[in-house]
């Protein structure tokens, strides 16, 4: 239980052009999913906090109008990279809350195996 | 500062050894303390997750925990090549989770 996916696995696309990845959670609900930002090396880093049917809510130097995240339902959450440059080039990996609270720990965030974006 | 301090290695031990992974944090805010587990080019599992100062043991995997100095450890037994990955601890606040950088671990037979 508590799997989450993501599609694309990986992208590579022009400057200029934007990218949508999805994040879904195949076996549960869930209320709340995030969206990390991870660099070669680097550790995870929190953009967004999105909840279902409400605006996501962004991190610190996090542009809102370049990464467009839509939570739709329960079990979707999509990511949208407008206007792309080689340096959003990334791992973008989401992750999702269950609504009944399940999982090992209080809380307990599930995470989807990444996308990796290449920016040309 | 960052909230969260991780050594990111990498840590390199033959199989069978003791392997010994630390944080330190400087937020007492934190509540729950977590370590994952990732994989190259794969989202990152929980391993453990410990709440309260003190020790927390789980087969091979022992989580450590030390509030007064702020300071968290993993310890893993009887290392095996299977457990080479990136170890990331992690640590929440408001609901959040605050990653340390992850050490790169490898295990090697």
């Known amino acids: 239980g508590a799997v989450v996916s993501q599609h694309p696995s990986r992208v590579i696309c022009k400057s200029g052009t934007s990218v949508k990845i999805e994040c879904r959670s195949l076996d549960f609900q869930a209320t709340t999913m995030f969206w990390y930002r991870q660099f070669p090396k680097q550790s995870l880093m929190l953009m967004a906090t999105s909840n279902e049917g409400s605006k996501a809510t962004y991190e610190q130097g996090v542009e809102k109008d370049k990464f467009l995240i839509n939570h739709a339902s329960l079990t979707l959450s999509t990511l949208t990279v407008t206007s792309a440059h080689p340096e959003d080039s990334s791992f973008y990996i989401c992750?999702?809350?269950?609504?009944?609270?399940?999982?090992?720990?209080?809380?307990?965030?599930?995470f989807g195996p990444g996308t990796r974006l290449t920016v040309l | 500062q960052k909230e969260v301090e991780q050594d990111p290695g990498p840590l390199s031990v033959p199989e069978g050894a003791i392997v010994s992974l630390n944080c330190t944090y400087s937020?007492?805010?934190?509540?729950?303390f977590m370590w994952y587990r990732q994989y190259s080019r794969k989202g990152p599992e929980l391993l453990m997750y410990?709440?309260?100062?003190g020790n927390k043991e789980d087969g091979r995997f022992t989580a450590q925990v030390d509030k007064s100095s702020k300071y968290i450890s993993l310890f893993i037994r009887d290392s095996q090549p299977s457990d080479s990955a990136t170890y990331l601890c992690?640590?929440?606040?408001?609901?959040?989770?605050?990653f340390g950088q992850g050490t790169e671990l490898s295990v090697k037979p």
């Open positions: 992750s999702a809350r269950d609504l009944l609270g399940l999982g090992l720990a209080d809380n307990e965030q599930f």
């Open positions: 992690a640590m929440t606040r408001g609901g959040k989770l605050i």
């Open positions: 937020n007492s805010a934190f509540q729950y």
């Open positions: 410990t709440y309260s100062s």
